[in-house]
């Protein structure tokens, strides 16, 4: 059994084993057909693929499109509102430019928001927009070109997908690029761009540019949102023979720097600079003065917007740099044009490229800028365009309660700004601004001129243009005095004319290449300035100087308020870069004679960075006049100081609120500190020539003001701003300083403090002036000045300068109190004079307390201890002799623990 049993299981395995045997060699060939099909299927696919096209066809993407020929051609979806754009092949990899303006809302209609040097390049499907990089040459054929190469590389500004190709080209959607935010506006209009609802208004196509629109919406979460069309000129670069011109330090362009690495070792500098100039070319160019080539003149148009009544004041503003230019070997450079709503410019838009526009805007706000396109490569100017708004031309819209107080901007002064940031114990400060939170005092104040700012210095590094804001105080100045003379408040259109006509100049100046030129109005003596009234004859060296108007005292009419032509330097910038070479001469030899003409005229060049309240030459000044400061501040505080005395008569009119008699009294109390702060600048000051070596008539680098004109400075500030009668107002007219109560959004007549804060008021200009004379910057110059000067020398030292302002500032230390006044006892020491000595007092405080070397020179501080010390004395003494009314004894036992404490802790360790 057991042996029949093993039998039979053998049998039955090897059966199982032939079947299985027999299924594998079945199933074999099924397994090798299917792996056969597998790679049939994977090629097939693969073939599918590679068949498949990378791009939808053409015709199928632009179905319901319509064709704008141009640079780069386009294509418009009516319908969709949604923009192709094709960049031909041959555009690849080549530069063009790329600009953008505001062209409505936010109250900036016109403001230039910068241009750029782009190009397209493609990778991967997608179109990169490149920023090539520029501040480096390239030194092509250099040992140094490859290192340069990797060193410094393009920026990539963004990429957006290829949607579809026209024959060899790409087309991308124009969407995905100006309908987002590609300039970072958002940060300033306080929101995103929402594309969904921002759409195309303006679709221009020509042979070299392209002229977009698009009406932006700025969405601000649940509080809504914000228009603003940002108009776009995208262009070709001009194909010319242009030939770039080197910058001089005497004569102030615009320019664009740039790195040379293959410079030689042994140059001085390895930067290459050129001016910002158009491409002017004579007719004739072997004739010493020829037309300009009709190709390149430059062509401005007024734009159909500017008011009727004063196109003619900017039709001549522009038309004045036709006599420097003829000077200049150049007839006819500048031609006007006007629009109207009728003539054959109607049509033209002042946003496209091809046009240079004078434009009229209404930001509410006193504003004119003259900004101008120049080729980054070469400094080739392209195109520009001036806006000037309409405040320019009424003389009521300064709020002076506003600019009493803040002093300049971080853009007006950025020196002074930054000092007041790391030291803000020195920042002249407002009692009542300190008891109201700044915040909701300007509760009422919009947003425009912060945000206006910031786009400005965010699109313009190279600076901003201040003259209108400036020429608003100046034309509400020259209201009041053509009022003060006829009886009436009301805008005179010749003073007025002659405003628009020199602003309208200094802008065009900008848009030429030329640059701020702040001591060009000290060319010139007051005397001079006052007795010429020839508008033909210019009274100050440059119409790029922040230049002020002159009146009569005696309230005379005046046929010239301000320069209507264009000055000596004006005639010699524009030389500097227009003036073609004669056929033997080199362009370097011409350039050489014309940059030594400033010093051979006695002439100076000094921009925005050598200006400020801290910056040592006190003749490089924003709306100022003539040689002498302090001759400038005694004429303009005579000036004020007769139309306050009798501003009730002419001020105001029957029926009018008294508010008009407070902003009066705001802007002259606000001219008073200017001028005050000009004529302080001499303390310490330090003229700077930019003279060259071998110049005709060179002049030493540095020129310190000299010793008797620092004292003679000294004793007006010690007359007329710290003196006891220095502001003596008439009790009545200060009654009658009313509020204004017109209390809504950004209001021209609405006063927060309806108490008028004259304490406040006058400790402010004072303030002003004490600072000038005891800030660290000053005390260095001063100190400094004893290693300049020849042995036997006059020079005014340390010691002199702080007893000097000491015994001035506390004078009544050595007088008695015998007055009377309104029946009340007059204190020893006015409530004014208090103030100031405390001010002064803190000053000398924060000396002592400095770390000697660090803040201020150590002598200084030991100079101010003693003065403090020597101060204690003194005020010992006079509570000693006793008979003090209880403001002045509270005043002096103050003062004199205060000063104790200071000594004390200025010793510690």
Not at 723 to 751: I, M, V
């Given at each position: ?96 430019l790329m600009a953008q303006s505001m062209t409505s809302g936010g109250g900036m209609t016109g403001f230039p928001l910068g241009h750029r040097l782009v190009r397209w390049e493609e990778f991967n499907k997608k179109m990169i927009l490149v920023q090539p990089e520029l501040r480096h040459l390239k030194a092509k054929g250099s040992d140094v070109q ?263 901007t971080a853009a007006e002064d950025p020196k002074l700004n930054a000092f007041w940031d790391a030291h803000p114990e020195w920042r002249p400060t407002s009692a009542m601004a300190n008891l109201i939170p700044e915040s909701v005092n300007n509760h009422n104040v919009d947003d425009w001129e912060p945000r206006a700012m910031k786009i400005l210095e ?452």
């Open positions: 059994m057991i042996a029949k049993s093993k039998a039979s299981w053998i049998r039955q395995g090897w059966s199982t084993l032939l079947l299985i045997l027999l299924a594998v060699l079945i199933a074999t060939p099924t397994v090798s057909f299917a792996d056969d099909d597998a790679k049939d299927a994977k090629e097939a696919k693969k073939k599918k693929k590679e068949d498949k096209p990378d791009f939808k066809p053409f015709e199928e993407v632009t179905e319901g499109y319509e064709l704008i020929e141009g640079f780069f051609p386009l294509y418009y979806n009516k319908k969709t509102d949604d923009m192709l754009a094709v960049i031909p092949s041959a555009m690849v990899g080549k530069d063009f490859d290192v340069i190469d990797r060193t410094y590389t393009d920026s990539v500004l963004l990429s957006t997908p290829i949607v579809t190709k026209r024959g060899g080209d790409a087309v991308i959607d124009l969407d995905s690029i100006l309908k987002q935010d590609f300039l970072g506006l958002g940060r300033y209009f306080g929101g995103n761009m929402d594309s969904s609802i921002s759409k195309w208004v303006k679709r221009k196509g020509f042979k070299d540019n392209l002229e977009l629109a698009v009406e932006a919406v700025f969405m601000s979460g649940g509080s809504g949102g914000t228009k603003s069309v940002i108009h776009y000129s995208i262009s070709r670069l001009p194909e010319t023979d242009y030939k770039p011109r080197d910058a001089d330090d005497r004569v102030g362009y615009f320019m664009t720097a740039r790195k040379n690495w293959a410079a030689d070792h042994d140059d001085r500098t390895i930067f290459k600079r050129n001016i910002h100039r158009w491409h002017l070319r004579k007719s004739d160019p072997k004739q010493a003065v020829s037309d300009v080539h009709p190709d390149d003149q430059i062509v401005f148009y007024i734009e159909k917007t500017v008011p009727v009544k004063y196109r003619r004041y900017i039709r001549e503003g522009i038309e004045m740099w036709n006599v420097a230019f003829e000077k200049a070997g150049i007839r006819n450079a500048i031609q006007v044009r006007q629009q109207t709503d009728t003539n054959e410019f109607a049509n033209i838009d002042p946003e496209d490229v091809n046009y240079n526009f004078f434009r009229w805007i209404v930001s509410g706000r006193a504003f004119a800028m003259g900004p101008s396109r120049a080729n980054p490569l070469t400094g080739q100017i392209l195109d520009a365009d001036i806006i000037m708004d309409d405040s320019m031309a009424r003389t009521w819209s300064a709020r002076y309660d506003r600019m009493l107080g803040q002093g300049p965010a699109f313009h590094p190279d600076g901003l243009c201040a003259y209108a804001t400036g020429a608003m105080h100046e034309m509400a100045l020259g209201g009041a005095v053509l009022a003060a003379s006829t009886g009436e408040l009301a805008s005179r259109d010749d003073y007025v004319g002659q405003w628009i006509k020199l602003v309208a100049c200094h802008e065009v100046g900008h848009t030429l290449g030329l640059r701020h030129n702040f001591k060009a109005s000290s060319w010139k003596s007051l005397e001079e300035i006052l007795a010429n009234n020839d508008p033909n004859v210019p009274t100050t060296a440059s119409v790029m100087d922040y230049n002020p108007a002159v009146y009569n005292l005696d309230g005379s009419k005046r046929s010239l308020y301000m320069s209507q032509a264009v000055g000596p330097y004006d005639e010699i910038a524009i030389a500097y870069g227009y003036s073609v070479p004669a056929p033997d001469q080199k362009e370097d030899a011409m350039l050489a004679e014309i940059a030594g003409r400033v010093s051979a005229q006695g002439l100076d060049f000094a921009t925005d960075e050598d200006a400020g309240f801290l910056a040592p030459d006190p003749l490089v000044n924003t709306y100022d006049n003539g040689q002498d400061p302090i001759a400038w501040a005694n004429y303009r505080m005579d000036l004020v100081d007769g139309l306050r005395g009798k501003m009730t008569s002419w001020g105001i009119k029957d029926g009018e609120d008294y508010n008009q008699l407070r902003q009066l009294f705001d802007m002259f109390l606000f001219e008073s500190s200017r001028v005050i702060r000009f004529a302080a600048r001499q303390v310490g000051g330090q003229y700077l020539h930019r003279d060259h070596k071998g110049d005709p008539n060179a002049r030493q680098p540095v020129e310190l003001v000299d010793a008797k004109t620092q004292r003679d400075t000294l004793k007006f500030l010690n007359d007329r701003v710290f003196g006891p009668n220095a502001f003596s107002f008439d009790p009545e007219l200060l009654l009658k300083l009313a509020p204004g109560r017109w209390n809504h959004w950004d209001s021209d007549s609405y006063d927060y403090y309806q108490e008028y804060p004259i304490h406040d008021k006058i400790s402010g200009v004072q303030e002003w002036a004490l600072f000038h004379v005891m800030s660290p910057m000053t005390i260095r110059r001063i100190y400094d000045a004893s290693m300049k000067v020849e042995p036997g020398e006059d020079f005014l030292d340390v010691p002199e300068l702080v007893n000097s302002v000491t015994d001035a500032v506390w004078a009544e230390l050595d007088q008695d109190a015998t007055a009377q006044m309104n029946g009340h006892s007059a204190p020893l020491i006015s409530s004014v004079r208090r103030t100031l000595q405390r001010n002064q007092l803190m000053m000398l405080e924060r000396t002592v307390m400095s770390d000697p070397g660090f803040f201020f020179p150590a002598d200084a501080v030991a100079v101010a201890r003693m003065a403090l010390s020597n101060l204690h004395d003194r005020i010992e003494k006079r509570l000693e002799a006793g008979g003090l009314d209880d403001f002045s004894e509270a005043h002096l036992v103050d003062s004199k623990t205060r000063i104790e404490r200071a000594l004390e802790a200025g010793y510690e360790l």
